[in-house]
């Protein structure tokens, strides 16, 4: 019985949310753990929250580890996944939370990452609406290949793809702030992601359009509106592990209402699960979210400047990486989309 | 089908912690929601990280309102709930978070609280060993009026339990220095409990041996060890929303070893689920067992001194006080006693 | 000898704050402090830090308390300062910390706050670059009746203006999404800023351009760059005490280059003591900026989408409301600019 | 004019700190940076808020670049500053923020450091009564070679030695757990001090009386009371960048009363400018002395067990480090002791 799992990366965070959301599955079984230069130890050493694993000792990420499980998660450094993913069995539900296979455009991957593009797999963000009418959803089912959505373009996209996608917003003048939780950064040492440095501290990074996730989220919106959009994004770096906050603007059309505005945005969530647009007056805390796979989205219009303004919140390990990678796993294997993913936050 | 749970509180933070895990929970369907101050407006304005609850109305906290429930947890302000637990049927399972009824000495009630004791009710500390060899969970079974330990008390009295039903500890000098995330403070607004005053701050209260819980710890204690033991107990305020850190010390008896501690600490809980006792080196943090209903153990002994140090890591809301509380629940209505708690905490 | 101060107001955070630097400041002595509600107690219950000040008793915030010195410190809410200023006689320094006498259009205060407008002062951002090549502290020596800018818009308007006044940026299409810590919001005691709600979470508020520092900042790069600049601002809320991290983002006219960007915010603040534009590649922390008087700021072209995105940090009480109101005071008095403010923060 | 400093170590946080403090001191100017790793770098790469140094480039710690200063401060790794000092002139004030020469016993410093013991220098904690009614302030005026004391043991020494100078506590049973901020652990990158790993967190280390001050805070109050005393110390790490919280408790001689401990804590610190004793019923907070030189100090008896209990908040950085070390050379310069030392911490 059950599906076999194995996560490469097992002692990272993106590895550690994984194991977390996987071991309250009820359809998946957790397999093979492997780890790059943690290979050997016991996962307690580098995730002492996981208790029920705390004594499983990390492999070697290696093709012939992961081999042989049903569903394979890599959580690995950018540029690894493709050579450990032509390893395995066309029919293995590979699941890649690196970057590796998020853009379409081998351009946009020259211009961003440097070197060769690997090529572009399903995008795992179920939810976003397409200029069609269908959802990314459809392209899941099925899949055997996914590329989870960076944590960036997941708020950002959710937020404003619902004014694309009803053809109220103008595609260029796209303005993305977001504020993220360090856990963002990863688990290497750092001195500049040291407690003493980020606490009580915010500063902006990756500034002026050269963050890598800036054409992932270009892509996003511009598959909802079916045409091409540009966007201004810039991270900063918030004093709290985990959570992202991203105010999204963009000027609207000549004429759209802030009626209209609100009806298509809850029109496009209405029946999602994980995606909530709030009631008018309430904006949404990234700590409601916290080890959630939800997004919370608040909406509105700025009539003196002509622009609507949507602000989403989500946990960046959660929605973010790990959650949105199992509702990507659900949606490959037929499974219940939803299956063994958690609707409500941690807070206060 | 179902056993149907009523909240009194529901607009607080161990309401909200009660609720966050009933919602997760496979047998307890969640009836009334009632609050004082807060009735007729809904969850959502408190909770808004409860998503399926969002639009409940809260009503009033009347015996009317709560009756006809197999289960009622009251996170009601400590002195209101003997009032409405007399006017509930006795077969109802009366579940109380406050202070009412955790102190069987009528002494030590007026002492610390002042006007007259509402008499005891079984403890809600399963996993407290007693000298006789039971454990607490043995007065749990089936019981129909349960009060829930203290935060700090259950961290405490885990910690230190061992060593006395053990008797390797002498029942004086007992010190414990507790840090408590802000939670533990409750919902109302005050200024010394805002965010600008919390952060970047640690802080006493409470010194002397005044705090409330102190009798607490000492019953438990006493009971572990079937002699009274007298203990020095001082609370103080960390920057975070969630978890309590113990940090208990006790003077050994003369002759014990170090090898004889950490046997009888490891026997005393290596039948347990949520109690664990960590790996000779390994020390808890808070934040790994941030959401979860576990209690993270190590036990030092320092020969300089003839002192054994014992720390334990809760999550104040969680097993400090809703996940104690929906545990003894389980165990008063014959579930199985660790049924829809959450084992792995959200980190990092 | 010396400048005797009054503060009314002394028991929040911006009185805190000017107390704070009026202790260290070397020409300024400490006379009459004052409080609305917290009249007649003790400055140590609520400013604790403020060791040498710590016996005074506060009286009530009336003219006659405030009278006799030769500078008076309003850090009262919003409304309250005009009937106070007009008891106080003409040649009285006073320096108003709140929002009563910042904004010059009395159709912009009736639509923002209501009411009537008190008239605007001297504004108090001496940095601020005029369109005519001035500075805003021409409008400050000598000056008897001075507003301090709120904390936002010192923020905004320093990072902003130096391409407005060298005609580099469009004056529509301007984006502003900042983040405050805490302590921006005040010393009230609300529910919603309670340690617990906001510690780990990032929040909007005020979004859609209704937050009263829109049109203040509109008004400054107004003035910097001689027309009319619109301005779409969210507030974000953020864990911490202190800080402020202004991203702001303008259309560049047609040809700008990202050299004559970097000129002209160099050359704006090439000999100003607090106002830094950072060496290329560094990005302002608000942590730097902690206690001091300092605005940090840097500036790039994200050339794909035609912006410029300049991004400042400062502490909002300290540069953002009492180091500001200090630094106003010693250009009202023929002081040195600079005396008394310090220049260095707290960090880490 | 003015004495000369050079700062050894001045890319970490007590190098950080010591400028700082030097910046605003009035009669000290500063002379050669020194770094290890970092040599070679600008201090604005490492100490991005001390703005009028951010173009020093910092120099190779050696002898050489260290000679020619009338002060040399050593904030060096643990082991480094004997070999330095050894090479600067005999009149060179040497003031080293490390461990080296804090122990004067040449057992404990093996027990506790291993290697070779390179014996200690004059104490620089000037506020600690000695048992024969002398201030350790006597062995610094005019020394030549002082030893900075550690963070924990200048917050607990400062806690408890008023009453064993007084003799009115047992030797035995004293129990110290502390709560640190991260800065303690300095700026060397290490996972599990990441802002991920510590926000939201709190967990103890070195717990069994293995900490490398214990002995430090035994030495300390054993001169207070001229007789050996004995400390179980717990340290725990907190989640904020500075301040220690030091909750220290000791048994109270029989027939001691309330009263007595009261007047020996207010008598021992009544004349000091930096070490307060609170009045009756205000306990201290860590943020209240953030920056500053400060030691605030409460204590009450808990008489239902016999013991006092004693808390002292300083900024670990500041009195905890690099304030004393400055407070220390104002002595052996015969300086006005509190020169240039800052009173007012930077709350909220």
């Given at each position: 019985?059950?599906?076999?799992?194995?996560?490469?990366?097992?002692?990272?965070y993106a590895?550690g949310e994984l194991l977390r959301l996987l071991l309250a599955h009820?359809?998946?079984?957790?397999?093979?753990?492997?780890?790059?230069?943690?290979?050997?130890?016991?996962?307690?050493?580098?995730q002492p929250h996981l208790l029920p694993?705390?004594?499983?000792?990390?492999?070697?990420?290696?093709?012939?580890?992961?081999?042989?499980?049903?569903?394979?998660?890599?959580?690995?450094?950018?540029?690894?996944?493709?050579?450990?993913?032509?390893?395995?069995?066309?029919?293995?539900?590979?699941?890649?939370?690196?970057?590796?296979?998020?853009?379409?455009?081998?351009?946009?991957?020259?211009?961003?990452?440097?070197?060769?593009?690997?090529?572009?797999?399903?995008?795992?963000?179920?939810?976003?609406?397409?200029?069609?009418?269908?959802?990314?959803?459809?392209?899941?089912?099925?899949?055997?290949?996914?590329?989870?959505?960076?944590c960036?373009?997941?708020a950002?996209?959710?937020?404003?793809?619902?004014?694309?996608?009803?053809?109220?917003?103008?595609?260029?003048?796209?303005?993305?702030?977001?504020?993220s939780g360090t856990s963002g950064?990863?688990?290497?040492?750092?001195?500049?992601?040291?407690?003493?440095?980020?606490?009580?501290?915010?500063?902006?990074?990756?500034?002026?359009?050269?963050?890598?996730?800036?054409?992932?989220?270009?892509?996003?919106?511009?598959?909802?509106?079916?045409?091409?959009?540009?966007?201004?994004?810039?991270?900063?770096?918030a004093p709290m592990s985990r959570g992202i906050l991203?105010?999204?603007?963009?000027?609207?059309?000549?004429?759209?209402?802030?009626?209209?505005?609100?009806?298509?945005?809850?029109?496009?969530?209405?029946?999602?699960t994980f995606v909530h647009?709030l009631?008018?007056?309430?904006?949404p805390r990234t700590a409601d979210t916290l080890g959630a796979n939800t997004a919370l989205?608040?909406?509105?219009?700025?009539?003196?400047?002509?622009?609507?303004?949507?602000?989403s919140a989500i946990d960046n390990l959660a929605k973010g990486t790990a959650g949105g990678?199992v509702q990507?796993?659900?949606?490959?294997?037929?499974?219940?989309?939803v299956?063994g993913l958690p609707l409500v936050g941690v807070a206060p």
């Amino acid at each position: 019985m059950g599906i076999s799992a194995a996560v490469a990366g097992a002692s990272g965070y993106a590895g550690g949310e994984l194991l977390r959301l996987l071991l309250a599955h009820p359809g998946i079984e957790i397999g093979a753990l492997t780890a790059g230069g943690n290979a050997g130890t016991r996962l307690a050493e580098h995730q002492p929250h996981l208790l029920p694993l705390a004594d499983r000792v990390l492999a070697p990420t290696t093709a012939d580890e992961l081999a042989g499980h049903d569903l394979v998660f890599l959580a690995l450094p950018h540029g690894a996944s493709a050579a450990i993913a032509a390893q395995l069995p066309a029919d293995t539900v590979v699941i890649d939370c690196g970057a590796d296979h998020r853009l379409v455009s081998a351009q946009a991957w020259e211009e961003f990452y440097g070197g060769e593009h690997a090529g572009s797999w399903a995008y795992g963000l179920p939810e976003l609406p397409r200029a069609d009418g269908a959802r990314q959803r459809e392209n899941l089912r099925g899949a055997r290949r996914i590329a989870v959505p960076g944590c960036y373009p997941t708020a950002s996209s959710l937020a404003l793809a619902p004014g694309f996608a009803a053809g109220l917003l103008e595609p260029d003048d796209v303005v993305v702030v977001a504020a993220s939780g360090t856990s963002g950064a990863g688990r290497a040492a750092k001195v500049n992601m040291l407690g003493s440095e980020v606490m009580g501290s915010m500063s902006p990074y990756g500034v002026g359009g050269v963050h890598r996730h800036t054409p992932e989220i270009e892509q996003n919106l511009g598959l909802a509106g079916n045409q091409p959009v540009r966007v201004s994004f810039t991270p900063t770096l918030a004093p709290m592990s985990r959570g992202i906050l991203a105010t999204c603007t963009a000027r609207l059309k000549p004429g759209v209402t802030a009626g209209e505005v609100r009806e298509a945005w809850q029109n496009t969530y209405r029946d999602e699960t994980f995606v909530h647009v709030l009631p008018e007056g309430r904006w949404p805390r990234t700590a409601d979210t916290l080890g959630a796979n939800t997004a919370l989205i608040q909406v509105a219009v700025d009539e003196r400047v002509g622009r609507v303004i949507a602000v989403s919140a989500i946990d960046n390990l959660a929605k973010g990486t790990a959650g949105g990678a199992v509702q990507s796993a659900n949606l490959a294997l037929d499974l219940p989309e939803v299956l063994g993913l958690p609707l409500v936050g941690v807070a206060p």
